[in-house]
């Protein structure tokens, strides 16, 4: 299979170079990391340093060991923006192993063995999130809930948060201060709603209560005011954000308009769990996705689909991280099959031929 | 009808033989270096798997229960699955040269894809009917094929890229298997059967 040859998006500009296009991306989680510390406590924060912190170790032990330019490599900040956006996709009070485990294998397994990168098939940062999510079910399903509805008093402290997190305190205390913050998700909510109306479980389940709905809502928003800005500066194109929430969209949608009683509006999918951070920050990861536009096109609406597809029906209330892995799997094929016209020829190379270049 | 569907969709992705049950994961290995083989290895083990698994309902249900002699079923299947992949080999060497020559060595060793014992067994085990039989062979060979192919796309990527001397191979491959096993777990508990 001849491979496509595209100029590398990063290059296109000078004075573009990696470090730069990945700081930038750094950077535009900023308003993400900001609500979410608003909302959530300090959890999220803490999360971030910690992934940090294993990412570097992780990169620079394996660079040693197949003897490549450590501090060169350390410098285009991957690493770090696979950790930041493990960090801010992991539940707040999360104990440190289940980070370390998820940082450590997003790095070795699926990014480092590959060749480090530009080579990774899979998005590294949700391999580590797929990996601890069917490992450790159950603290990756202890998020925190809003202010007013869950029973603890006051806000959880910085310090409640290191304990919680390090595991500082006896099993008994921690897992009442655990117990006192975390509510489910909406979406975890909405999925475990049993024989309830949509309407009926909107209005009694506490996880979908206003209040939670909101602050993912801001959640949500903030992801997209920083998508947003990576679209301005140019680093991602517009297809696959628009491809995917566009296909979560009308797949919602159509369900919605079939069957109200039951399935949840196109607005709550699109403002809750992780659409928008997956639409503009996971998804549009320009190793692991699609290369031509068309393919991008036809990445992002296959995401979307999945996503609905897993959140409706599936197994676990969120599916972003799934999608985005199940269609890593398929970029290459897609690719394969939406190469744009070469100048000069007639049609673009597409369709299925077989013993071809036997 | 919709439990037709529910077969399709529960062997074709929720319990894919490759990825959830690990069956059928030599030719999975072997084949997939090439995106064009892997194609024609996936016809084939579509053709191959929906006959045999018509054929070893039709044994099972019409030689061995009325004689009682249940026990012979594996030994029975071995020869069922021999002959029908020995009939496709005749009919891809007349309809298409060109395929039998792409698919060389492949094309017998369908015989020893332990898939298609796999699905023989399992619809006897699973108490499949006769439509239930052949659905549940094509949805495994579609499932098998459907990996096949995106395996052997993302092999061909993999083969280019900068992977450490040890891990090349085979072994880069079980380990993208792999990844690609826990992606399929987002589909866990999307149908029951």
Same mark, same amino acid.
């Given at each position: ?19 730069? #296009?990945?700081?930038m ?20 924060l ?14 620079a ?10 501090a ?7 690493? /770090? ?31 480092q ?17 797929a990996? #601890? ?13 809003v ?15 290191? !304990?919680?997190?390090? !595991?500082f ?6 897992h ?42 801001? #959640? ?9 800005? /990576? ?7 517009w ?18 308009g ?16 992780a659409?928008?951070f ?5 998804a549009?990861?320009?190793?692991s ?49 939406? !190469? ?19 | 009808?919709?439990?037709?569907l ?17 069956l ?20 084939a ?10 054929c070893?309902?039709l ?17 029975s ?13 005749m ?11 792409v ?11 332990? =898939?298609?014992?796999g ?8 108490q ?9 062979? $094509? ?6 094929? $459907?990996?096949?192919?995106?395996f ?8 280019? =890229? ?19 096993a826990? =992606?399929?777990?987002? $589909?866990? =508990?999307?149908?029951?059967i």
């Amino acid at each position: 299979m001849a491979l496509l040859r595209i100029t590398s998006p990063h290059t296109q500009r000078a004075g573009r170079r990696t470090a730069w #296009v990945m700081q930038m991306v750094i950077l535009a989680t900023i308003p993400g990391i900001v609500v979410q510390t608003w909302l959530f406590g300090w959890g999220t924060l803490i999360n971030v340093m910690i992934a940090c912190i294993t990412a570097l170790l992780c990169e620079a032990a394996i660079l040693s060991l197949r003897r490549r330019a450590v501090a060169f490599f350390l410098k285009d900040y991957s690493a /770090l923006l696979t950790a930041v956006l493990l960090g801010v996709a992991l539940p707040p009070i999360v104990p440190w192993w289940v980070t370390v485990t998820a940082v450590a294998f997003a790095i070795i397994f699926a990014k480092q063995i590959y060749g480090g990168l530009g080579n990774n098939p899979f998005n590294p940062a949700m391999v580590g999130y797929a990996i #601890v999510l069917v490992s450790f079910p159950v603290p990756m399903s202890q998020w925190l809930g809003v202010q007013s509805l869950v029973s603890a008093q006051d806000t959880l402290t910085f310090t409640q948060s290191l !304990q919680a997190i390090f !595991q500082f305190l006896p099993v008994v205390e921690s897992h009442a201060l655990i117990d006192a913050y975390t509510m489910a998700t909406p979406l975890d909510g909405f999925k475990t709603k049993d024989l309830l109306t949509a309407e009926e479980a909107f209005n009694t389940v506490p996880a979908l209560h206003a209040a939670n709905l909101n602050s993912w809502l801001w #959640v949500n928003l903030a992801y997209l005011v920083g998508g947003l800005g /990576l679209l301005w500066l140019r680093i991602i194109t517009w297809h696959t954000p628009v491809a995917l929430l566009g296909a979560l969209l009308v797949m919602s949608g159509f369900f919605y308009g079939v069957d109200s009683a039951n399935a949840a509006s196109p607005f709550f999918h699109l403002t809750t769990g992780a659409a928008m951070f997956g639409a503009f920050f996971i998804a549009t990861d320009p190793v692991s996705s699609c290369t031509s536009n068309r393919g991008k096109l036809i990445y992002g609406a296959g995401i979307g689909i999945l996503i609905y597809i897993i959140r409706a029906w599936g197994g676990y209330p969120d599916g972003v991280a799934f999608a985005v892995l199940l269609m890593n799997f398929a970029a290459p094929l897609i690719d394969y099959y939406s !190469q744009p016209r070469t100048y000069g020829h007639q049609k673009a190379k597409t369709g299925l031929k077989i013993g071809e270049d036997n | 009808m919709t439990e037709y569907l529910l077969i399709l969709v529960s062997t074709i992705l929720v319990n894919n033989f490759v990825l959830v049950q690990f069956l059928g994961l030599c030719p999975f290995m072997g084949v997939s270096g090439k995106l064009e083989t892997s194609i024609g290895m996936a016809m084939a083990t579509t053709f191959v798997l929906t006959l045999s698994s018509l054929c070893s309902y039709l044994t099972y249900n019409f030689i061995l229960q009325p004689f009682g002699l249940e026990y012979l079923q594996t030994i029975s299947f071995i020869l069922v699955i021999a002959v029908v992949v020995q009939f496709t080999e005749m009919v891809v060497r007349k309809t298409s040269p060109l395929l039998y020559r792409v698919l060389g060595i492949f094309l017998p060793l369908i015989t020893t894809n332990c =898939a298609v014992l796999g699905v023989a067994l399992q619809n006897i085990s699973k108490q499949n009917g006769f439509v239930e039989s052949i659905l549940y062979g $094509f949805g495994a060979a579609v499932g098998f094929s $459907f990996v096949l192919v995106l395996f052997s796309a993302m092999r061909e990527r993999i083969n280019v =890229a900068d992977v450490p001397v040890v891990f090349k191979g085979s072994a880069i491959g079980m380990i993208t298997a792999g990844l690609m096993a826990l =992606a399929f777990m987002g $589909f866990t =508990a999307l149908v029951q059967i």
